[in-house]
T-cell receptor, first 114, second 114 residues
Framework: AQKVTQAQTEISVVEKEDVTLDCVYE???????LFWYKQPPSGELVFLIR??????QNEISGRYSWNFQKSTSSFNFTITASQVVDSAVYFC???????????FGTGTSLTVIP | DADVTQTPRNRITKTGKRIMLECSQT?????MYWYRQDPGLGLRLIYY???????NKGEISDGYSVSRQAQAKFSLSLESAIPNQTALYFC?????????????FGPGTRLLVL
């Protein structure tokens, strides 16, 4: 079965703090893909990153970084020096090898307090 | 112009009415999807289509139907709307291929069924 768990429902941090959003996945596929999306208060879904199961290198993009660990089936997302504009709901998603379906987590609502 | 557009953006309807939500894309993607988002449940797949002649049920297709009129157009219909279909509906597209393709989302349609 394919499943994505985002155990953190809501997180609040003060501006400039670092914050990590957790994502744990389950899959029987040996080849799979992981994604993060951001949903700001305006409601649209913005693609942030895609990772395939063969690439465990961590990735950094500005203040964003992602830590992929197959050993723990986790794909965590860290925002460094958070800003108010980072306030949003963040979704982690999993796609299997056939690409028939995305499996979304239930999302983590991040509030950055000025 | 946006690559994936949805009309209407907001809709209020009454129980028992038939309504149609429309999605158009200019990305040239073969695959199109309809999701609904409910608070605390993340996104759930309603239907998906891998090309004009291909329609597949997703996780929660009951009460919905779809039509793929062209490569660029994918419509979602609620034959007889009920209040628990009140949700935020997203259309998404992706390129053909294996699971690595990213899904790109439209801006969403907020539907309220009274």
């Amino acid at each position: 079965a394919q499943k994505v768990t985002q155990a953190q429902t809501e997180i609040s941090v003060v501006e400039k703090e670092d914050v990590t959003l957790d994502c744990v996945y389950e899959t029987r596929d040996t080849t799979y893909y992981l994604f993060w999306y951001k949903q700001p208060p305006s409601g649209e879904l913005v693609f942030l990153i895609r990772r395939n199961s063969f690439d465990e290198q961590n990735e950094i993009s500005g203040r964003y970084s992602w830590n992929f660990q197959k050993s723990t089936s986790s794909f965590n997302f860290t925002i460094t020096a958070s800003q108010v504009v980072d306030s949003a709901v963040y979704f982690c998603a999993l796609s299997g090898f056939t690409g028939n379906q995305f499996y979304f987590g239930t999302g983590t609502s991040l509030t950055v307090i000025p | 112009d946006a690559d994936v557009t949805q009309t209407p953006r907001n809709r209020i309807t009454k129980t028992g009415k038939r309504i149609m939500l429309e999605c158009s894309q200019t990305k040239g993607h073969d695959r199109m999807y309809w999701y609904r988002q409910d608070p605390g449940l993340g996104l759930r797949l309603i239907y998906y289509s891998f090309d004009v002649k291909d329609i597949n049920k997703g996780e929660i297709s009951d009460g919905y139907s779809v039509s793929r009129q062209a490569q660029a157009k994918f419509s979602l219909s609620l034959e007889s709307a009920i209040p628990n279909q009140t949700a935020l509906y997203f259309c998404a597209t992706s390129d053909s291929g294996q699971g690595e393709e990213t899904q790109y989302f439209g801006p969403g349609t907020r539907l309220l069924v009274l």
